[in-house]
């Protein structure tokens, strides 16, 4: 070995040994922070914005500004559990990209906890069984989630963060070869993300539309003929051979995940309110429900129309804002809202997701 590749061999271990100092002493700072909080909310998703947003603007480089984010989001989970471990729900079973939201979310020391629908994630968050929710609200290429938007209408679960994952779909197979392929396990989000891929590689295999991702993975490991869309995750799970990485027909597949929770979220600086509302059943009353956003200077970021589920044709409107609910132009918009919509219901104000 040269003295040159010695000697910074020794520097490396000294900056190592630094480090661990320090990663002991920010942990020792969030344990006086938790003895402080005597008991109150241990987890607070603006403040972890706002750390992720200083660093990654204060970040000097080689390391990226995504590896440098990840990196503090797993020492913020770390020194988190010291106090209290957080329990997510996730769509699973293990191996969705549900649970990848969850953990890039929470970090690996939060005890993420599967359920078989959205809905039952949905019900272990209500009924306190877990501490927060991850569920997909929208996807890039093929829209809304339904059922979430559903959900949310009468849920008492907040929203209070959003995180976003960029889908990279895999053909997942026992055997090693493509030969052989008599149908096709995934979810029909993925089934339909990667629609032109199928059509020209393996045109006439059946597609079978599943609950999950991994669940298909599942299905794929115990079949021969079989194969699956899912992630990279779900093959080393389900022990399957990875065929073809990347078969989405658009590279810029990105779904969007919200974290659901009990409580609010406090400003942190660069925030988005959800909201849902229906119109009275007037004409121009759709539009009148726009103009309090537009004279108050709020920018709209989504506007998707569902089925009320109450009566026939009547529909709600599913709104994203920019800011939060307690900044002055938000806070009149939603005062005007009151007095013109049939219903509103502030879903929450959480900070924009962290890329």
């Known amino acids: 070995m040269s003295d040159a590749l010695q000697t910074l061999r020794q520097r490396i271990d000294a900056v190592d040994d630094e480090l661990l100092r320090l990663l002991a002493q920010r942990a020792r700072l969030a344990q006086e922070v938790g003895r402080l909080k005597q008991g109150n909310l241990f987890y607070r998703p603006e403040r972890e914005a706002q750390v992720l947003r200083r660093i990654k603007a204060a970040n000097p480089g080689p390391l990226s500004d995504e590896a440098v984010a ?3 989001r797993e020492i913020m989970s770390a020194c988190l559990a010291l106090e209290q471990p957080l329990r997510v729900a996730y769509l699973g079973p293990p191996g969705t990209f549900s649970q990848a939201a969850a953990v890039k979310h929470f970090g690996h020391a939060a005890q993420t906890v599967d359920c078989p629908s959205i809905d039952d994630v949905f019900r272990q968050a209500e009924a306190g069984m877990v501490d927060y929710a991850v569920v997909p609200v929208e996807n890039s290429t093929e829209g ?3 059922r979430t938007l559903d959900l949310l209408l009468d849920t008492s679960l907040k929203i209070c963060g959003e995180t976003v994952v960029r889908v990279h779909q895999c053909l997942l197979r026992r055997e ?3 030969e ?3 149908r096709i396990y995934s979810h029909p989000q993925s089934l339909a993300q990667c629609h032109e891929w ?3 590689h393996l045109p006439g295999v059946a ?7 991994a669940e298909a993975a599942r299905l794929a490991a115990a079949e021969p003929q079989a194969a699956a869309i899912a992630g990279e995750m779900a093959a080393e799970i389900y022990g399957l ?3 073809e990485r990347n078969i989405e027909d658009d590279p810029n597949n990105t779904t969007r995940f919200l974290v659901l929770g009990r409580h609010d979220a406090a400003p942190s600086g660069q925030d988005k309110t959800s909201l849902v509302m229906s119109a009275p059943n007037r004409p121009g009353a759709v539009y009148e429900l726009l103009g309090p956003f537009a004279r108050h200077g709020v920018s709209m970021t989504k506007l998707e129309s569902r089925p009320s589920g109450t009566a026939l044709w009547d529909y709600v409107f599913y709104v994203d804002v920019e800011g939060h609910r307690e900044e002055e132009p938000v806070a009149r918009s939603l005062s005007e ?14 900070p924009v997701a962290v890329l």
């Not at 597609?207 to 999950?212: A, I, K, L």
């Not at 809202?337 to 959480?350: C, E, F, T």
């Open 207 to 213: 597609r079978v539309p599943v609950s999950s991702n």
């Open 337 to 350: 809202l009151k007095n013109l919509a049939s219903l509103l219901k502030v879903l929450g104000s959480y």
């Open 198 to 200: 199928l059509n020209q």
């Open 176 to 178: 090693p070869v493509r």
């Open 144 to 146: 809304a989630i339904g």
């Open 180 to 182: 052989g392929i008599e």
């Open 70 to 72: 990840r990196l503090f």
């Open 241 to 243: 051979t990875l065929l």
